[in-house]
């Protein structure tokens, strides 16, 4: 361990010697990390306590242990949301401190002692690197498991009742596909059932049943009201059936999957499930794309949103700190706001999920420049 540590050690130490790391940087780089933990804590706290408010009766009426809401709903709850907004968070944080450094005229003085503009950002983008790797430690490892115990959680004790899912399509085998019109979880049933075999661009066999239903204990599905169709050659066979029991190469899980279950896995087993998914033909592989994308992009974010907010606070205005807070707070959740609306048209329209994810990303780097190259220097 002192090995590891003596060699961090230098590392750091090489790499200030190569950007001429001084005092100034260091008192920027805490000031930037310092704000950015305060302001996790603090809107954390707030968003806990209305969370409290809306659930507590729920959590009453439905006797959940104050030590399962604490460890199975709150210390899981809260990785969820600062992933989710810490490009956010660090955009407030960097405001407030660098609002306060123009106006006690600290920006003025250090640009004035001969530091560049430019030079400057130097530990604003450290600070960025910093968030921005906890960042992706968070979303691609941490949240995926935190967000299976949150949903553990609220099956158990909030009722959370899965939605029958619609019009499922599997590729089940290189020359096999199945559909089911409607699958609900619960009862592990289908209805509306088909199977079909395809040789040599022609069908050979059709297996159809109004319901079919998992035998968890035997491993086996039984079909309902069904027909059977096979194809040899010029001979047709065609059969019916009241109750039918069989085997596939399917089980519920396969059926199980909803746009959320991409989100309680970590980004290697994502990778694989979307490959695995893609070949099955599965309608919900954009929604898996997208929350792919959004691992890297939020992160990347982080450190845009922090030159974003450079460029903003670090002009001095009569009016103090509060005018650069309240332009902050409204690009910011301009920002959020067009993050939505592009992961819904990667949903809905025909815009590829990956760009949809990146597009709030460049529109605010292209923004970021302009305004860069505005700024008082």
Same mark, same amino acid.
Do not use: H
């Given at each position: 361990m002192a090995f590891f540590c003596k060699m961090a050690e230098s590392v750091v130490k090489k790499i200030k010697d190569s950007l001429h790391w001084n005092i100034l940087d260091s008192?920027? $780089?805490?000031?930037?990390?310092? %704000?950015?933990?305060?302001?996790?804590? $603090?809107?954390? #706290?707030?968003? /806990?306590? /209305?969370?409290? =408010?809306?659930n507590l009766q729920r959590f009453l009426d439905n006797n959940a242990p104050m030590s399962a809401v604490i460890t199975g709903y709150y210390m899981n709850f809260i990785p969820y949301f600062i992933n989710l907004f810490i490009p956010l968070f660090t955009f407030i944080s960097v405001i407030w401190f660098t609002s306060k450094l123009s106006s006690q005229n600290e920006i003025v003085a250090i640009l004035n002692g001969g530091v560049s503009f430019y030079r400057m950002l130097v530990p604003y983008f450290a600070g960025a690197l910093i968030v921005a790797s906890c960042a992706l430690v968070l979303a691609n490892y941490v949240v995926p498991k935190t967000n299976q115990k949150l949903y553990e959680f609220k099956d158990t004790y909030l009722e959370h009742r899965s939605l029958a899912q619609m019009n499922i399509h599997i590729k089940n085998s290189s020359n096999s596909y199945i559909y089911l019109e409607r699958w609900t979880k619960a009862e592990k049933t289908g209805y509306e059932f088909t199977y079909e075999v395809l040789g040599d661009n022609a069908l050979v066999y059709k297996l159809s049943a109004q319901r079919i239903v998992y035998n968890e204990d035997a491993k086996t599905w039984t079909l309902y009201g069904g027909t059977e169709r096979c194809i040899e050659g010029d001979k047709e066979f065609y059969s019916t059936f009241i109750q039918k029991d069989t085997v596939f190469n399917l089980t &519920?899980?396969? $059926?199980?999957?909803? #746009?959320?279950?991409?989100? =309680?896995? %970590?980004? &290697?087993? $994502?990778?694989?499930?979307?490959?695995?998914?893609? #070949?099955?033909?599965s309608t919900l592989v954009d929604q898996y794309v997208i929350e792919q994308q959004r691992r890297l992009a939020n992160p990347f974010g982080t450190v845009i949103m922090t030159i974003f907010a450079v460029s903003v606070s670090s002009r001095k205005t009569r009016r103090g700190v509060g005018v650069h807070i309240f332009i902050g707070m409204g690009l910011a959740f301009t920002f959020v706001f067009f993050q939505q609306i592009s992961t819904v048209f990667s949903v809905q329209g025909n815009m590829p999920p990956g760009l949809g994810t990146w597009i709030p990303n460049i529109l605010c780097l292209i923004l970021c420049v302009i305004l860069l190259r505005s700024t008082p220097k």
């Open positions: 008192y920027i $780089l805490r000031k930037f990390l310092g %704000s950015v933990t305060y302001s996790i804590m $603090l809107l954390m #706290a707030i968003i /806990v306590v /209305v969370d409290i =408010t809306e &519920p899980v396969d $059926l199980n999957q909803d #746009a959320f279950v991409s989100e =309680t896995m %970590s980004t &290697p087993e $994502l990778n694989k499930f979307i490959k695995e998914e893609k #070949a099955k033909g």
